[in-house]
């Protein structure tokens, strides 16, 4: 069974410092992934993805990944209350198979 | 607009009845997705399809059926024989991998709820 983990949280974090969010994966054939934001009551929205090893920027938000640690991590900085919300890792396999962890709650405090 | 639609945004059915969930993307995307969701969890694969008049089963494919004759629409059946079907439904789609794809567009879900 290919399994994609992340810590459920709650994770609090103050406003303006960093969040920092993982997840890691079971399928050493998988070959792209992403971070979905979800509000509560909503659909998931892109905020992420990675192809390849290293580090990937784009605006406040910093993807990583290390396919040798099968570990994938999103990086919010200057986080802002809206922010919160639960963010969903999702993996791509060889086959289209787009498997999603259960997601990690976070919490920016005012 | 491009987008996904699906229908309905909530329904309400009795226990033993089938129901069938639209999902319709105007995208042009080849492979669409069914996931399930229940509170607090994360999202579960039920089927996906890669190409049209093919489709593979997910993680928790029991009690569904589904079918892709057109592009376009990738309906959901959710049978009598799926135990606990009340759950929020998330259809989306994508480009292939082969294309570069793999990133999800989603539509705004289907709240079902069995009496």
């Known amino acids: 069974q290919k399994e994609v983990e992340q810590n459920s949280g709650p994770l609090s974090v103050p406003e303006g410092a960093i969040a920092s969010l993982n997840c890691t994966y079971s399928?050493?054939?998988?070959?792209?992934f992403f971070w979905y934001r979800q509000y509560s009551g909503k659909s998931p929205e892109l905020i992420m993805f990675i192809y390849s090893n290293g580090d990937k920027e784009d605006g406040r938000f910093t993807a990583q990944l290390n396919k040798a640690s099968q570990y994938v991590s999103l990086l919010i900085r200057d986080s802002q209350p809206s922010d919160s919300a639960t963010y969903l890792c999702?993996?791509?396999?060889?086959?289209?198979?787009?498997?999603f962890g259960k997601g990690t709650r976070l919490h920016i405090l005012p | 607009d491009g987008g996904i639609t699906q229908s309905p945004k909530y329904l309400f059915r009795k226990e033993g009845q089938n129901v069938t969930l639209s999902c319709e993307q105007n995208?042009?995307?080849?492979?669409m997705y069914w996931y399930r969701q229940d509170p607090g969890q994360g999202l579960r694969l039920i089927y996906y399809?890669?190409?049209?008049?093919?489709?593979q089963k997910g993680d928790i494919a029991e009690g569904y059926s589904v079918s892709r004759e057109k592009k376009e629409s990738f309906p959901l059946t959710v049978t009598s024989a799926q135990k606990n079907p009340t759950a929020f439904y998330l259809c989306a789609s994508s480009r292939s991998a082969w294309e570069g794809g793999g990133e999800l567009f989603f539509g705004e879900g289907s709240r079902l709820t069995v009496l």
């Open positions: 399809s890669q190409i049209v008049n093919d489709f």
């Open positions: 999702a993996v791509n396999g060889r086959d289209d198979k787009i498997i």
């Open positions: 995208l042009n995307h080849d492979a």
């Open positions: 399928d050493r054939g998988s070959q792209s």
